[in-house]
């Protein structure tokens, strides 16, 4: 619920994983649970602990391994960072630096659409962050405002959970395909090969939610919107309110043509150009009801004395069975 505070651990919930106590519940999502923790030096981490069901399958396990052997290759200014992990260990864990801040989607539900210049700020810092993903040989596969926090310091892109290493032959779940259709590419959603310029779409779409409320596709399910996202080339989206330079820049991104897109880096450099102040400034940079919810946030982030700390956004994808995927949204029979 937006604007909740997080709940105490449950009965069932444990303590300590490898050493790291367990503070607090701070999300839950299709892939596991996230715990408020800290390091040995007083830190503050969130860990996410897999779900048994998933720990008893060797394919999950060797694609986590996979999955977060890549990420640890990755870092940059505003991106959250892996910081310890086991893929071995008998429910896999990660542990990730932890920002208090709010997930755009439920800043977006409480406060409503963001202005335009905070947009073009966000743009930039997430661009700038996908740049340094893409340069480790990384792609995101899942930008999504549930994977983009708003903090007093900046936006912070989230979850490399189904990140796949670049060029390197992928493994993915026999029957299913992962992704969150809402968010999608449209080459990912036409089963084509999804590169870098995927990541600059997706981001595209989270930019226009963000600066009118509304998704560039419209209304209805994941898969119906992703049917929409696949015909791009023949249907647009829909762009109507946004005025320049923000029309102009998400116009480029949300082409059909990936070739077409500009890369993470020359969309950084364009939108900190049209933003016209500087976007390492984060002084006033969110709406002041919105600034008001994330200092609120900062409040439950001290581990000594708070039993909760506000909750981070489930980010574990969806999955689609393959064959429902291709008569609804590839139009196959």
Not at 38 to 51: D, E
Not at 54 to 74: C, G, H
Not at 157 to 185: E, K, N, W
Not at 263 to 271: D, I, K, M, R, V
Request: charged share 20%; with cysteine.
């Amino acid at each position: 619920m937006p604007g909740a505070v997080p709940k105490p651990l449950r009965a069932e919930d444990p303590r300590e994983i490898a050493g790291y106590p367990l503070h607090a519940r701070i999300g839950e999502g299709g892939m596991g649970t996230v715990y408020l923790s800290r390091t040995r030096g007083g830190q503050p981490v969130a860990l996410k602990l897999v779900r048994r069901e998933y720990a008893d399958d060797p394919v999950f396990r060797e694609r986590f391994a996979r999955e977060v052997a890549a990420t640890r290759r990755v870092s940059g200014y505003h991106l959250v960072p892996v910081v310890d992990h086991d893929a071995t260990a008998e429910r896999p864990w990660l542990a990730t630096r932890y920002v208090p801040g709010v997930p755009l989607d439920q800043a977006l539900k409480t406060h409503g659409p963001l202005p335009a210049p905070t947009v073009l700020q966000l743009l930039a810092c997430a661009a700038s962050a996908l740049h340094a993903v893409h340069t480790a040989g990384v792609i995101h596969r899942d930008v999504k405002p549930g994977n983009l926090l708003l903090a007093a310091d900046g936006p912070w892109l989230l979850d490399f959970g189904i990140a796949r290493a670049a060029g390197v032959t992928t493994l993915t779940t026999v029957g299913r395909l992962i992704g969150t259709p809402r968010y999608m590419s449209p080459e990912h959603a036409l089963g084509r090969p999804v590169t870098a310029a995927g990541d600059v779409f997706t981001l595209g779409l989270v930019a226009a939610e963000a600066a009118t409320g509304r998704h560039p596709y419209g209304h209805g399910n994941g898969l119906a919107i992703a049917a929409r996202i696949a015909g791009t080339d023949h249907e647009p989206p829909t762009l109507d309110g946004l005025q320049r330079p923000l029309l102009d820049v998400l116009r480029r991104c949300l082409t059909a043509d990936p070739a077409a897109r500009p890369s993470a880096a020359a969309l950084a450099e364009h939108c900190a150009g049209a933003a016209r102040r500087d976007v390492r400034d984060f002084a006033g940079w969110l709406p002041g009801p919105l600034a008001a919810e994330v200092t609120a946030v900062e409040g439950f982030g001290s581990l000594a004395e708070a039993p909760t700390v506000r909750a981070l956004p489930p980010t574990a994808p969806l999955t689609v069975r393959d064959e429902e995927w291709r008569r609804r949204v590839r139009g196959e029979r």
